[in-house]
C-alpha cells in the first residue's frame, strides 16, 4: 500500500504561479505511475499530468499543456506539479494518485487509480 500525500495548494492571482508537491510512502509495486487529477467544484475530476511508469515519460491534459510540468525528485520520493500562468479555470481540488498495473489506455482516467491524496486546493483569483 502507498501512501500518498498533497501539499502547496493556496491563492494565487491569474497569471501568476504555484508548485504542488505529491510526496510518496509506503511499498510501491515497479512500474508505478503518478498522476495528478483535479476536481472543481459541480465537475467530472479530470487529468491533469502524469509520469509514466516510475520513469521519465509525462502526459498532460490539453488544457494544460505548455503551463503545467510534472517531475520527480527520486532521492525524496516526491512528485511536483508546477503550475505556470494560471488561470481561473484551472481552480479546483488537485489530487495525486498512483498505480502500479495501469496500461497507457487507462492513464487518464481516475477510476483506474488505486491509491489517491486527500486533496490540495488551488484558488486562482481573476
Known amino acids: 500500500q502507498v501512501q500518498l500525500a498533497e501539499s502547496g495548494g493556496g491563492l494565487v492571482q491569474a497569471g501568476g504561479s504555484m508548485e504542488l508537491s505529491c510526496a510518496a510512502s509506503?511499498?510501491?509495486?515497479?512500474?508505478?505511475?503518478i498522476a495528478w487529477f483535479r476536481q472543481a467544484p459541480g465537475k467530472e475530476r479530470e487529468f491533469v499530468a502524469a509520469l509514466w511508469r516510475g520513469g521519465r515519460t509525462t502526459y498532460y491534459s490539453d488544457s494544460v499543456k505548455g503551463r503545467f510540468t510534472i517531475s520527480r525528485d527520486n532521492a525524496k520520493n516526491t512528485v511536483y506539479l508546477r503550475m505556470n500562468s494560471l488561470k481561473p479555470d484551472d481552480t479546483a481540488v488537485y489530487y495525486c494518485a498512483g498505480d502500479g498495473h495501469l496500461i497507457l489506455s487507462s492513464l487518464r482516467v481516475h477510476v483506474n487509480y488505486d491509491d489517491w491524496g486527500q486533496g490540495t486546493q488551488v484558488t486562482v483569483s481573476s
Open positions: 509506503g511499498r510501491t509495486s515497479y512500474p508505478y505511475t
